[in-house]
């Protein structure tokens, strides 16, 4: 069984496999959990001597749990939103949830720092056009974004952000969402009521960084043709191709 991961004096974290065998120990089932958190989906098991088993909502034997002095001790972690549990996967927005977080707060650090690496102005611009797009493509091709997109993923997932609610009028929404077990913060750009992922869109995007094009972006984001987000009739009409083609062609 594998070896305790972290000490307290309210709770111990351990690997999973352990926990599960913990359980076994003391006759309980996996299945036979109390409750699960409504927040992260944690499984809760509450023993005969009053002490709490915490397990991921997957059960993935690779990660970790706790096994907590008490009930009340995980009602103030549910309470505070923070578990101190060491995990293997990680969502890739969670690395930069505080900035997220507190985005307005954030939007100019962001912006400045593509106006200095890019030698460019953004902040002053009122209307984005084809001009500006054809510029900011140029300067960034120099930047080497194939080795730089980790530095760079934040700040373009701002820009375009703004591109959309300075052109399209629209407007930041930042949602909380949670990993296994504690949050991370997700910023959308809510245009006509419809939701865009700019923080997807610029992490598809990186995925072949020699290809990167901040106008590409913006235009698959905001143009009907290409969103069908946007545009309801052609999003029907594709609908109805896909259950027609799967009605022709059964498994």
């Excluded at 750009?189 to 990186?206: A, F, K």
Aim: some cysteine; overall charge negative; aromatic content about 12%.
């Amino acid at each position: 069984m594998a070896q305790e991961a972290e000490n307290s004096e309210d709770y111990t974290e351990n690997k999973v496999d352990y926990l599960v065998g913990h359980l076994k120990e003391n006759k309980r089932e996996l299945k036979d959990f109390d409750y699960q958190i409504s927040s992260n989906a944690a499984l809760v098991y509450i023993m005969d001597n009053k002490k709490v088993v915490l397990l991921p909502g997957n059960l993935s034997m690779s990660e970790n749990g706790l096994i907590l002095k008490n009930e009340s001790v995980l009602k103030k972690m549910i309470e505070d939103d923070f578990f101190p549990i060491g995990t293997n996967e990680t969502e890739p927005l969670e690395k930069y949830s505080e900035k997220f977080k507190n985005l307005p707060d954030n939007v100019k650090e962001f912006i400045s720092f593509l106006e200095n690496t890019l030698e460019i102005d953004i902040s002053t611009v009122t209307e984005f056009d084809d001009g500006f797009f054809d510029d900011f493509d140029d300067k960034i091709k120099n930047c080497d974004l194939d080795k730089r997109k980790h530095e760079f993923f934040v700040p373009l997932t701002i820009l375009l952000g703004e591109i959309i609610i300075k052109n399209k009028k629209g407007h930041w929404k930042v949602t909380k969402e949670y990993s296994l077990y504690n949050p991370y913060y997700h910023p959308v750009v809510v245009m006509n009521g419809i939701e865009l992922d700019v923080t997807e869109r610029i992490m598809s995007d990186l995925e072949n960084p020699e290809f990167y094009s901040l106008k590409q972006s913006y235009l698959f984001l905001t143009d009907p043709r290409i969103n069908l987000m946007l545009n309801p009739n052609l999003k029907n009409i594709y609908n109805d191709f896909l259950n027609n083609n799967s009605k022709n062609n059964p498994r």
